[in-house]
């Protein structure tokens, strides 16, 4: 009995171990694994090329930015002094018009046409007809969503270009004048190309033809609609004027 006792009576407990606390939980973000690495786990040369690259876009948009604000500024110290230089770099590329817009907005249709004197392989000389180069981007632009710039632009660009820096007897004031000149002749070159109608292009002669712009069916106002030509003289084609001989 006693023994049962003994075996039936439960052991007493031993003293218990303290529980863990738990530990803080990090606010540190993890790393993503996708997450692209930063600058400085980069070597040291990827690095140079970085910042050299930056360097350059930032110099070269403030150049830009800076060039296009003291065209448009009214004349100042720096216009005065650098002029030609800024003139240089934004006509005709970077040349701002405003004659979509009020007060004056155009109400002409320019057309800019173009033919050649050709020197034929019977060693004659001949005149071709009338081209009509803007007829020509006109077309191409026409049921394209995206025309290009230069369709769009780059003749009628350069004819204003060649008109705001002429007098009417087709005299260029200042270097604007004859780089113009040098700008309609290459563009007429690259279409005409180096021969035409079976003959080497040795001459080349631009006018442009302006057709004022009807008035509406109920409007009272009478405007003449006859095209005025403006015919510019013969210019020799030199080696320069040729697309393909200039890249060369």
């Given at each position: 009995?006693?023994?049962?006792?003994?075996?039936?009576?439960?052991?007493?407990?031993?003293?218990?171990?303290?529980?863990?606390?738990p530990?803080?939980?990090?606010t540190?973000?993890?790393?993503?694994?996708?997450?692209?690495e930063?600058l400085t786990?980069?070597?040291l040369p990827?690095?140079?090329i970085?910042?050299?690259g930056?360097?350059?876009?930032?110099?070269?948009?403030?150049?830009?930015?800076?060039?296009?604000?003291?065209?448009v500024?009214?004349p100042?110290?720096?216009?005065k002094?650098h002029?030609?230089a800024?003139d240089?770099?934004?006509?005709?590329?970077?040349?701002?018009?405003?004659?979509?817009?009020?007060?004056?907005?155009?109400q002409?249709?320019?057309?800019v046409q173009?033919?050649?004197?050709i020197r034929?392989?019977?060693?004659g000389?001949a005149?071709?007809?009338w081209?009509?180069?803007s007829?020509?981007?006109?077309?191409?632009?026409?049921?394209?969503?995206?025309?290009?710039?230069?369709?769009q632009n780059?003749?009628?660009?350069?004819?204003e270009?060649?008109?705001?820096?002429?007098?009417?007897?087709e005299?260029?004031?200042?270097m604007?004048?004859?780089?113009?000149?040098?700008?309609?002749r290459?563009?007429?070159m690259?279409?005409f190309?180096?021969?035409?109608?079976?003959g080497?292009?040795?001459r080349?002669?631009?006018?442009?033809?302006?057709t004022?712009?009807?008035?509406?069916s109920?409007?009272?106002?009478?405007?003449?609609?006859?095209?005025?030509?403006?015919?510019?003289?013969?210019?020799?084609?030199?080696?320069?004027?040729?697309p393909?001989?200039k890249?060369?």
């Amino acid at each position: 009995m006693a023994g049962l006792g003994m075996a039936g009576t439960a052991p007493e407990p031993g003293p218990t171990e303290p529980e863990p606390e738990p530990e803080p939980a990090s606010t540190e973000p993890k790393p993503d694994a996708g997450a692209a690495e930063p600058l400085t786990a980069l070597s040291l040369p990827a690095q140079l090329i970085i910042a050299v690259g930056i360097a350059v876009a930032a110099v070269a948009a403030a150049i830009h930015l800076s060039a296009a604000f003291l065209a448009v500024s009214p004349p100042n110290t720096l216009t005065k002094r650098h002029g030609a230089a800024i003139d240089d770099y934004i006509y005709p590329e970077f040349e701002r018009v405003w004659k979509l817009f009020a007060p004056n907005p155009l109400q002409q249709n320019i057309a800019v046409q173009a033919r050649a004197e050709i020197r034929t392989r019977e060693g004659g000389t001949a005149t071709t007809g009338w081209r009509d180069l803007s007829a020509q981007d006109g077309a191409a632009i026409r049921h394209n969503p995206l025309p290009s710039h230069t369709q769009q632009n780059e003749l009628r660009r350069a004819w204003e270009f060649y008109v705001g820096s002429h007098d009417a007897q087709e005299r260029p004031q200042g270097m604007r004048g004859s780089l113009s000149e040098q700008y309609i002749r290459r563009i007429v070159m690259l279409r005409f190309g180096r021969e035409e109608d079976g003959g080497a292009v040795e001459r080349i002669q631009v006018r442009s033809a302006t057709t004022p712009v009807a008035p509406p069916s109920w409007s009272d106002e009478k405007i003449d609609t006859e095209t005025i030509y403006r015919t510019l003289p013969w210019w020799t084609v030199t080696t320069g004027d040729i697309p393909e001989a200039k890249s060369r």
